[in-house]
């Protein structure tokens, strides 16, 4: 867990407004990704990358921090 907030992305460990704000642009995404190749820029902790590679056909997430990829692997 990467607990070095900077308040660029969404952390699972951290619960405010903007987490629900963001978690409910996800939910609308996946009414519209069945069977689509989708890609997540800047992933953060992958929440929402791990979402849609249940829906979508493929999936693919960049996020320009080292250290925040190696978290979500």
Do not use: C, P, Q
């Amino acid at each position: 867990m990467n607990m070095n907030w900077t308040g660029e992305r969404l952390e699972t460990f951290l619960i405010s407004g903007d987490s629900v704000e963001h978690l409910h642009r996800n939910a609308i995404t996946l009414d519209n990704i069945k069977d689509k190749v989708e890609s997540d820029v800047a992933y953060g902790e992958g929440f929402g990358s791990h979402l849609m590679s249940k829906i979508a056909s493929d999936v693919y997430s960049v996020d320009i921090d080292e250290n925040t990829i190696k978290t979500a692997r």
